[in-house]
């Protein structure tokens, strides 16, 4: 008998046709809300928009796995599936160098104001000299977070010819900072304090909700730009705001939000902040890749 399969989120066309070839697949987040279909689903599959609560978990008997296409699992709860010994997977690899690439895309975008020349050009007018930029050779960016995209984020900066500072206090092992050419910061503070650019790439949990708070946005350099793509939590959205608003930073560039998909208003009135609805993955190759990999788990795990 075919394990039956529920995919609440899109997956890539081709991950969901190999799925057929070994699966009964279902397709449709509502049908988590039919108790009395969800306690015959041996797998769900999910992406960042449906939550696999504890709930979901215990309404669903014959639940034996659980797959994220993506990396992030703070949206499964994972301590229920262990619970229940039901086996959580995930593709941390597949997102990695579009989430990088994601980081310089939005920077560059800010830091040579290419949206407003844009409209500006698209109005009819040709302002050369109030679209001055700033580069980011020979500029100090810091890395928060140095796991797969803290590394891929590295190595890009590295090509941009900046000055690379990272920190991530379970990554200790010095050859893996030296060979992507990063100082290895010993705490936060030094990130923070130094650099022109960082980027956050760590996962939302009790220790980083807030990591970026009122206290130590007030001790970042004047003309700072942060990049967020990890998840919204980490920095304190209120006193990101009022940073912004008084100009104590340079600028923001937010992917993800503390409440999405409906973020603070207060971020659409702001000149100083780029906003993207959490794309950084969202490419054509991540998502096949993402979708390929918890394929091959999921199949693996019931063919063995």
């Known amino acids: 008998m075919y394990p039956k399969i529920l995919i609440c989120d899109e997956i890539d066309e081709e991950a969901t046709d190999k799925l057929k070839e070994f699966a009964d697949v279902e397709i449709g987040k509502e049908k988590l809300n039919d108790l009395e279909k969800l306690q015959n689903y041996d797998c769900l599959i999910v992406r960042s928009a449906t ?3 504890k709930d979901v978990i215990a309404n669903a008997k014959n639940l034996k796995i659980i797959a994220r296409a993506g990396a992030g699992l703070d949206n499964v709860d994972v301590v229920a599936a262990k619970g229940r010994n039901i086996k959580v997977v995930n593709a941390p690899d597949s997102l990695t160098i579009s989430v990088a690439e994601m980081v310089f895309g939005s920077l560059l975008a800010m830091i040579r104001k290419i949206s407003e020349a844009d409209k500006s050009m698209k109005e009819g007018k040709w302002e050369k000299k ?3 930029g700033r580069e980011i050779c020979k500029k100090n960016f810091g890395i928060i977070g140095f796991g797969r995209i803290g590394r891929n984020v590295a190595a890009i900066a590295n090509g941009f010819g900046a000055n690379v500072f990272a920190y991530d206090p379970l990554i200790t092992d010095e050859k893996i ?3 992507l050419n990063a100082r290895h910061c010993k705490n936060i503070d030094e990130i923070l304090k130094q650099c022109d650019f ?6 939302l949990m009790n220790e980083t ?3 970026i708070n009122a206290d130590n946005i007030k001790t970042l350099k004047k003309n700072v730009i942060m ?3 990890s998840r919204g939590g980490i920095i304190n959205e ?3 705001i009022g940073a912004l ?3 104590l930073i340079g600028g923001v560039c937010l992917d993800v939000f503390e409440n999405e998909p409906n973020p603070n208003p207060e971020f659409r009135n702001l000149e100083n902040v780029i906003l993207t609805p959490h794309i950084a993955s969202a490419t054509e190759e991540a998502q096949k890749r993402a979708g390929m990999d918890v394929v091959v788990q999921i199949e693996k795990f019931f063919k063995g």
């Open 51 to 53: 939550k696999i609560t």
């Open 130 to 132: 109030k679209f001055e």
């Open 177 to 179: 900072y030296e060979n």
């Open 198 to 203: 960082f980027s956050i790439h760590v996962p």
């Open 209 to 211: 909700r807030n990591l």
């Open 227 to 229: 990049i967020n793509t």
């Open 238 to 240: 209120l006193a990101l």
């Open 245 to 247: 608003k008084s100009k």
